[in-house]
């Protein structure tokens, strides 16, 4: 069974970083494009970021220069660096299968990102 554990959330305030990681358990890391999505309660879940299973990166517009998605493939983990943090940002962050996959993984608890002075 495919396990996905998300950490690495927190306060911090406006312009400061945070990495988050993803742990993928019960297959291997390689075999996918994976996806970074965010949900702000009472919102749909959106896009963040996504990497190609070849490793080719793609970024939602409201994130551009400012995240950085990668992943350590013999750590089967990908990770998300967000640098130059706004309020707007605050939400819960997710990580799965990447856009336009039919099917989805069990989702996580996420890991909570709080953006604020």
């Known amino acids: 069974q495919v396990q996905l554990v998300e950490s690495g959330g927190g306060l911090v305030q406006p312009g400061e970083s945070l990495e988050l990681s993803c742990a993928v358990s019960?297959?291997?890391?390689?075999?996918?494009?994976m996806g970074w999505y965010r949900q702000v309660r009472g919102k749909p879940r959106e896009l963040v970021a996504d990497?190609?299973?070849?490793?080719?990166?793609h970024y939602a517009d409201f994130v551009k220069g400012r995240f950085t998605i990668s992943r350590d493939i013999a750590k089967n983990t990908v990770y998300l660096q967000m640098n130059s943090l706004k309020p707007e940002d605050t939400a819960v962050y997710y990580c799965n299968v990447g856009p336009g996959s039919i099917w989805y993984f069990d989702w996580g608890q996420g890991t909570q990102v709080t953006v604020s002075l």
């Open positions: 990497i190609t299973d070849g490793g080719s990166p």
């Open positions: 019960g297959t291997i890391l390689s075999r996918y494009a």
